[in-house]
């Protein structure tokens, strides 16, 4: 009956702590929404009509859908994010700011209402400001795209980024409340917030590029829009999805981020409250509540600094230039993060207990990468271990052999792919040769800027289910100046990449010409010094191209790596029938697990002298 | 009832309580006087649910307020400086403690701002201090509180208001036997609303007592001799203070008014008197005991 009591007790305090929170701070959401408009639908309407009478005159319904949904995307990274983390931050001052001051504290904390239902009312309340200004003028922005003749059944991906938006907003709010709880006062929530924010995003950048200047084969190299890159940062993490939304051209924000940030954003919600409940009222108008995240935010920036700076004077691959920069930026950081947080200098000789651990961490960690992190340089798996060996890189994947989906997504790539036992000794036996030969140049590693270029890259598929991955450079051609010759500074894994090469496995499995039939090639285009042409031929020629063309590429007579070895004749276009209606394509990329249908781009490659395509070429009369 | 036992409250290193204890009745106008920092505004925070005490227990009807919204319902807590949501006018104040207060008075907060000759539609923080002061009584009494804690309240009211305030306290006290406990340095005041006090001093209780009884068991003598008696004379006498002039002794003395003069006659005085202390001048006293006195300050 108590139980029962106090339940209804806390729903009342918590419907009341949320009415009147929604109450005092309506106008200002009324603001977000006007602005939002402005933002958002308004620009759109000036946009869309542009489209339709300037731009492209006689655009079709889905282009028009589809410059939408690009511009929505736009317009949501660069205006509608950063206005709702504005406001975001504003709420969560105004919402939590009561904690930061006595007078206000001696109000709120007496008066008959829980904190986790004061917690929890005002979360809601803020999540509700938020949320309907976003959801106002996304249904506007559905109707202005009805207006220009959108189709709406296609644009998940806008429903997609207001998700996020929601999503992401709600996640902030609750991370400041967290800030709220943690700090004092309103100024160090919000530089606290700020510093994770920023701080976080850098440290895993620059501990990553250490780690990928100093550790052969490191292969988890942090690209911009990764998940990892702001896991811990909302605000940061705003903008990665949208980015990468556009980048991909889809429209639909990554599932990984959703599911990352409701599970983190539920761990930052039994933070706050689990810590608003253990917060003393007396903390407010102090520095912090709870030092943890002084200590961590401490941490974050005087390890950004120092790293920042280490590796700016570093670039010369001078250590000792690396070291003269990650102390003094440290150290200059902790000075100034400690005065900010403690109004002073009274607690800085205490605080480079901090310091020292800092230095500490940085020590034992640079410790364990340049000796090559327990192994990890140096481990390649036994040939009998292997079941598959896959090999990507930039220079080796071509983006005409990515594979699509009807809309146009990327949906896989053909990845040269060596089964063979033989092939795969090959390949363990120089890697093997080429990681010994690295170490045995110089060990304790040292940095080596050449490392931070992931030219290739050799995932191994393990017969026990594991996979083990690893990254290097390469510069067969000396593409700096152009000369198609093979260079004069070759990098320690130049043969590992050229024993690769040669494999007619590696040449076989990794270009479409070998996964489709003649009867898949719709035309054949050619290209000699702009003139350019197309031909439909019948199946015969079709055949007999097909065949030509499978032994240039086996013979290493088109074009290697991407780049030219010499001036071709021609370039020419393989351009396919799409659907892609033979299956070994579909099998080997996917194996059993797709069912859709696979369109691919048409394959181009150029056509040298000497070759059997340039003397096809000939004998059809096709270069008159 | 509010029961405090053992109760300590620290502040980093700093102790603000010291293990108190003592009891406040039903019905009850308490006085907290003591010095600066003896932990008065402290007691009335823990008392108010807002800081945990860090040992003992304070209970207000064997409830512990901290974190107790049913406790924190029978209760309001004026601090000595009243916060009020920044751009509210009186009114809005209290559409929000109508909300949350299940005990609150419409009309009885109507009264009030008649009483109080308030602007229920005035922005709060264009008020003057004493004005802000009074929304911040009207309100607290609209809730309907069994426990009424303020501190410093007299703070900014001119005598009118003071009367007033007093007036109406003594009134609720009596209708609705509301418990009300006061810190503040006017002794005056308080004099004249309390029934009982309580002496702080550097975080501990130097004693907690029935005004009347207070009052009536410390007295002031003034005596004139020829010659003056050797001082071991008057060790008959629980004196608290002494102070010498030439023929006169002023003493400041426990005991009864009788008691006293009866002692002090028996040493043939030309001239005796025994007169009541104000309770400046039993705070004065007290805390000259305590070692809080101008001399030891001074030195």
Same mark, same amino acid.
């Given at each position: 009956m108590t139980s029962t009591t106090s339940s209804i007790s806390k729903k009342k305090e918590l419907k009341e702590t949320y009415l009147w929170a929604l109450k005092k701070h309506k106008g200002i959401s009324a603001l977000l929404a006007l602005l939002m408009f402005m933002a958002l639908p308004m620009l759109l309407i000036m946009i869309m009509p542009n489209l339709k009478t300037r731009v492209y005159p006689a655009i079709a319904r889905d282009e028009s859908t589809k410059y939408f949904i690009e511009r929505i995307a736009e317009l949501n990274a660069f205006f509608v994010v950063p206005l709702i983390l504005i406001f975001t931050i504003l709420f969560s001052a105004l919402l939590f700011g009561y904690m930061h001051q006595k007078r206000s504290v001696d109000l709120f904390h007496s008066l008959p209402v829980g904190r986790t239902p004061m917690m929890l009312g005002r979360l809601l309340a803020g999540f509700t400001l938020i949320t309907a200004p976003v959801l106002l003028n996304f249904a506007i922005t559905f109707i202005v795209g009805a207006c220009y003749s959108v189709d709406i059944s296609q644009c998940y991906g806008i429903v997609s980024y207001m998700l996020w938006i929601i999503l992401i907003s709600t996640a902030s709010l609750i991370f400041m409340a967290l800030m709220a709880v943690c700090t004092g006062t309103t100024f160090d929530m919000i530089i606290s917030a700020l510093g994770v924010n920023l701080g976080y995003p850098l440290f895993i950048f620059l501990g990553n590029y250490l780690i990928s200047s100093i550790? @052969?084969?490191?292969?988890n190299q942090v690209d911009i829009g990764s998940l990892i890159l702001t896991a811990l940062s909302p605000f940061a993490a705003a903008f990665m999805p949208l980015m990468r939304a556009n980048e991909f051209n889809s429209g639909i924000i990554n599932q990984s981020f959703f599911i990352w940030w409701l599970i983190f954003s539920i761990i930052l919600l039994a933070a706050a409250i689990t810590l608003y409940n253990r917060r &003393?009222? !007396?903390? =407010? !108008?102090?520095? #912090? =509540? #709870? @030092?943890l995240p002084k200590t961590i935010i401490r941490f974050l920036i005087t390890a950004v600094s120092g790293l920042g700076i280490g590796l700016a004077l570093g670039e010369s691959d001078e250590p000792i230039n690396f070291f003269i920069g990650l102390i003094s930026g440290s150290l200059a950081a902790h000075i100034v993060v400690e005065a900010v947080y403690s109004r002073g200098f009274k607690k800085l000789k205490k605080s480079f207990v901090y310091y020292g651990l800092f230095l500490a961490v940085f020590f034992v960690a640079y410790t364990i990468f340049v000796t090559g992190c327990f192994g990890y340089d140096i481990k390649v798996p036994q040939a009998e271990e292997v079941e598959s060996i896959q090999v990507e890189g930039r220079y080796i *994947?071509? $983006? $005409? #052999?990515n594979l699509h989906d009807k809309d146009g997504r990327t949906i896989g790539h053909i990845t040269p792919t060596i089964k063979d036992s033989k092939n795969i000794k090959t390949i363990t036996d120089s890697h093997k040769k080429a990681v010994l030969q690295k170490r045995s140049k110089k060990f304790p590693y040292c940095f080596d800027? $050449?490392?931070?270029? *992931?030219d290739f890259t050799i995932i191994y598929k393990l017969k026990n289910g594991k996979t083990l991955k690893r990254s290097y450079p390469c510069n067969i051609y000396d593409t700096q100046n152009y000369t198609n010759s093979p260079t004069d500074n070759p990098t320690d894994y130049n043969n590992l990449i050229l024993e690769i090469k040669k494999l007619n496995e590696f040449k076989i499995s990794g270009n479409s010409a070998f996964y489709i039939n003649a009867e898949d090639i719709k035309s054949i285009n050619t290209d000699n010094n702009n003139n350019e042409k197309s031909f439909s031929p019948d199946e015969k020629t079709k055949e007999l191209f097909l065949k030509a063309w499978q032994q240039d590429i086996l013979d290493g007579r088109t074009k290697n790596m991407l780049i030219e070895m010499e001036s071709p004749l021609y370039y020419i276009a393989v351009e396919y029938k799409n659907p892609i209606k033979n299956n070994k394509l579909k099998e080997f990329v996917f194996g059993n697990n797709y069912n859709g249908e696979i369109y691919l781009q048409p394959n181009t490659t150029s056509v040298y002298a000497d070759t059997k395509v340039s003397e096809l070429i000939k004998e059809l009369g096709w270069d008159k | 009832m509010i029961a405090v036992k053992d109760l300590t409250k620290k502040f980093d290193s700093t102790?603000?309580? $010291? &293990?108190i204890s003592f009891s406040i009745g039903s019905g009850s106008i308490f006085g907290l006087v003591g010095s600066n920092g003896a932990g008065k505004s402290t007691f009335l925070r823990t008392l108010a649910g807002i800081y945990k005490p860090d040992s003992g227990e304070v209970l207000l009807d064997e409830i512990? @307020? #901290? !974190? *107790?919204s049913e406790a924190k319902s029978k209760l309001f807590f004026i601090s000595d400086y009243p916060y009020f949501i920044p751009q509210y006018t009186l009114s809005d104040m209290a559409n929000f403690y109508a909300r949350i207060y299940p005990n609150w008075s419409q009309k009885r907060f109507e009264e009030l701002c008649s009483l109080f000759t308030l602007n229920s539609k005035s922005k709060i923080s264009t008020m003057s201090k004493g004005m802000q002061r009074q929304s911040a009584i009207i309100c607290a009494l609209a809730t309907m509180p069994k426990y009424l804690l303020l501190d410093e309240v007299f703070d900014g009211l001119d005598p009118v208001m003071r009367q007033l305030l007093k007036k109406i306290i003594s009134g609720e006290v009596s209708e609705r036997d509301m418990t009300v406990i006061i810190a503040s340095h006017n002794l005056r005041e308080l004099e004249d609303l309390c029934d009982h006090v309580g002496l702080f001093h550097k975080g501990g209780v130097i004693f907690d007592r029935d005004l009347d009884e207070l009052k009536l068991g410390i007295n002031k003598v003034q005596a004139v001799f020829k010659p003056m008696p050797a001082l071991s004379s008057f060790e008959p006498l629980d004196i608290v203070k002494t102070e010498i002039r030439g023929s006169l002794i002023n003493l400041v003395v426990r005991g009864t008014k009788e008691e006293i003069l009866n002692k002090i006659n028996e040493l043939n005085p030309i001239f005796a008197e025994v007169l009541p202390l104000t309770l400046e001048e039993v705070f004065i006293s007290e805390m000259e005991v305590a070692g809080y006195d101008l001399d030891n300050i001074l030195n």
């Amino acid at each position: 009956m108590t139980s029962t009591t106090s339940s209804i007790s806390k729903k009342k305090e918590l419907k009341e702590t949320y009415l009147w929170a929604l109450k005092k701070h309506k106008g200002i959401s009324a603001l977000l929404a006007l602005l939002m408009f402005m933002a958002l639908p308004m620009l759109l309407i000036m946009i869309m009509p542009n489209l339709k009478t300037r731009v492209y005159p006689a655009i079709a319904r889905d282009e028009s859908t589809k410059y939408f949904i690009e511009r929505i995307a736009e317009l949501n990274a660069f205006f509608v994010v950063p206005l709702i983390l504005i406001f975001t931050i504003l709420f969560s001052a105004l919402l939590f700011g009561y904690m930061h001051q006595k007078r206000s504290v001696d109000l709120f904390h007496s008066l008959p209402v829980g904190r986790t239902p004061m917690m929890l009312g005002r979360l809601l309340a803020g999540f509700t400001l938020i949320t309907a200004p976003v959801l106002l003028n996304f249904a506007i922005t559905f109707i202005v795209g009805a207006c220009y003749s959108v189709d709406i059944s296609q644009c998940y991906g806008i429903v997609s980024y207001m998700l996020w938006i929601i999503l992401i907003s709600t996640a902030s709010l609750i991370f400041m409340a967290l800030m709220a709880v943690c700090t004092g006062t309103t100024f160090d929530m919000i530089i606290s917030a700020l510093g994770v924010n920023l701080g976080y995003p850098l440290f895993i950048f620059l501990g990553n590029y250490l780690i990928s200047s100093i550790l @052969p084969g490191y292969s988890n190299q942090v690209d911009i829009g990764s998940l990892i890159l702001t896991a811990l940062s909302p605000f940061a993490a705003a903008f990665m999805p949208l980015m990468r939304a556009n980048e991909f051209n889809s429209g639909i924000i990554n599932q990984s981020f959703f599911i990352w940030w409701l599970i983190f954003s539920i761990i930052l919600l039994a933070a706050a409250i689990t810590l608003y409940n253990r917060r &003393k009222s !007396e903390c =407010a !108008e102090t520095g #912090f =509540a #709870f @030092p943890l995240p002084k200590t961590i935010i401490r941490f974050l920036i005087t390890a950004v600094s120092g790293l920042g700076i280490g590796l700016a004077l570093g670039e010369s691959d001078e250590p000792i230039n690396f070291f003269i920069g990650l102390i003094s930026g440290s150290l200059a950081a902790h000075i100034v993060v400690e005065a900010v947080y403690s109004r002073g200098f009274k607690k800085l000789k205490k605080s480079f207990v901090y310091y020292g651990l800092f230095l500490a961490v940085f020590f034992v960690a640079y410790t364990i990468f340049v000796t090559g992190c327990f192994g990890y340089d140096i481990k390649v798996p036994q040939a009998e271990e292997v079941e598959s060996i896959q090999v990507e890189g930039r220079y080796i *994947n071509s $983006d $005409d #052999f990515n594979l699509h989906d009807k809309d146009g997504r990327t949906i896989g790539h053909i990845t040269p792919t060596i089964k063979d036992s033989k092939n795969i000794k090959t390949i363990t036996d120089s890697h093997k040769k080429a990681v010994l030969q690295k170490r045995s140049k110089k060990f304790p590693y040292c940095f080596d800027s $050449d490392l931070l270029y *992931n030219d290739f890259t050799i995932i191994y598929k393990l017969k026990n289910g594991k996979t083990l991955k690893r990254s290097y450079p390469c510069n067969i051609y000396d593409t700096q100046n152009y000369t198609n010759s093979p260079t004069d500074n070759p990098t320690d894994y130049n043969n590992l990449i050229l024993e690769i090469k040669k494999l007619n496995e590696f040449k076989i499995s990794g270009n479409s010409a070998f996964y489709i039939n003649a009867e898949d090639i719709k035309s054949i285009n050619t290209d000699n010094n702009n003139n350019e042409k197309s031909f439909s031929p019948d199946e015969k020629t079709k055949e007999l191209f097909l065949k030509a063309w499978q032994q240039d590429i086996l013979d290493g007579r088109t074009k290697n790596m991407l780049i030219e070895m010499e001036s071709p004749l021609y370039y020419i276009a393989v351009e396919y029938k799409n659907p892609i209606k033979n299956n070994k394509l579909k099998e080997f990329v996917f194996g059993n697990n797709y069912n859709g249908e696979i369109y691919l781009q048409p394959n181009t490659t150029s056509v040298y002298a000497d070759t059997k395509v340039s003397e096809l070429i000939k004998e059809l009369g096709w270069d008159k | 009832m509010i029961a405090v036992k053992d109760l300590t409250k620290k502040f980093d290193s700093t102790v603000a309580l $010291d &293990k108190i204890s003592f009891s406040i009745g039903s019905g009850s106008i308490f006085g907290l006087v003591g010095s600066n920092g003896a932990g008065k505004s402290t007691f009335l925070r823990t008392l108010a649910g807002i800081y945990k005490p860090d040992s003992g227990e304070v209970l207000l009807d064997e409830i512990s @307020p #901290f !974190e *107790n919204s049913e406790a924190k319902s029978k209760l309001f807590f004026i601090s000595d400086y009243p916060y009020f949501i920044p751009q509210y006018t009186l009114s809005d104040m209290a559409n929000f403690y109508a909300r949350i207060y299940p005990n609150w008075s419409q009309k009885r907060f109507e009264e009030l701002c008649s009483l109080f000759t308030l602007n229920s539609k005035s922005k709060i923080s264009t008020m003057s201090k004493g004005m802000q002061r009074q929304s911040a009584i009207i309100c607290a009494l609209a809730t309907m509180p069994k426990y009424l804690l303020l501190d410093e309240v007299f703070d900014g009211l001119d005598p009118v208001m003071r009367q007033l305030l007093k007036k109406i306290i003594s009134g609720e006290v009596s209708e609705r036997d509301m418990t009300v406990i006061i810190a503040s340095h006017n002794l005056r005041e308080l004099e004249d609303l309390c029934d009982h006090v309580g002496l702080f001093h550097k975080g501990g209780v130097i004693f907690d007592r029935d005004l009347d009884e207070l009052k009536l068991g410390i007295n002031k003598v003034q005596a004139v001799f020829k010659p003056m008696p050797a001082l071991s004379s008057f060790e008959p006498l629980d004196i608290v203070k002494t102070e010498i002039r030439g023929s006169l002794i002023n003493l400041v003395v426990r005991g009864t008014k009788e008691e006293i003069l009866n002692k002090i006659n028996e040493l043939n005085p030309i001239f005796a008197e025994v007169l009541p202390l104000t309770l400046e001048e039993v705070f004065i006293s007290e805390m000259e005991v305590a070692g809080y006195d101008l001399d030891n300050i001074l030195n």
